[in-house]
């Protein structure tokens, strides 16, 4: 059931430092398919050996640059982009990753907030379900303006998080771990072998 939480006060996207890792590691592997095109027998052997026959033979065959854009372009214009939190008037719609997963709290269900970093982490303790939910902002004065605006307590000692990892610390493991696997199939040859196999 959709729910009606009035006008949009402030949104808050990634953080600036995971917009350039995202950006930076697609990038990287956008490189690095470029590179490896050179040594791909068909490239070789039909297409002029320069940036115009790099495009023309992905042109040709275009199952590695779909495949790049399917697992790595789009997720990283998502994350980097359109994933955030949104504050309105009446609660606040949190991004977990995917438009299915959006997840809505209302003001009244917020008891409490903390400033786990003078800078962008922040948390809100749930009514509802008695758990704590850690978020980042980009503007973190904005948001504290906000709770206050609907009277809900807040710590601002900038306390200390001793619980498990982030998702913003997932995200930046995988996209590295991700970036580290994908290279190493590039160098290996493993992707020229595979579209060779299906495609050719």
Known sequence: M?????????KSKALMPLKVLFISVCTMLFINLYIQTYIDPDFLKNFDHNFWGVMNFHAAYPEQVISLILSTL???????????????????????????????IEYDD?????????????????????????????????????????????????????????TSKKLIIFYIVFFIVVTILQFSGFFIYVNQWLFR
């Open 110 to 166: 917020i008891t409490s907030y903390k400033i786990i970093h003078h800078k962008y982490l922040m948390s809100f303790m749930r009514k509802s379900l008695k758990e704590e939910l850690l978020f980042t902002v980009q503007d973190i004065d904005r948001a504290v303006a906000i709770l206050d605006q609907h009277n809900i307590k807040g710590d601002l000692s900038n306390a200390q998080f001793h619980g498990v990892m982030t």
């Open 74 to 104: 789009i997720p990283t214009i998502y994350y980097a982009f359109i994933r955030g939190i949104c504050f309105y008037e009446r609660g606040v719609l949190v991004n977990r990753g995917l438009p299915f997963m959006n997840h809505v």
């Open 2 to 10: 959709k729910v009606d939480l009035g006008k949009k006060l402030y």
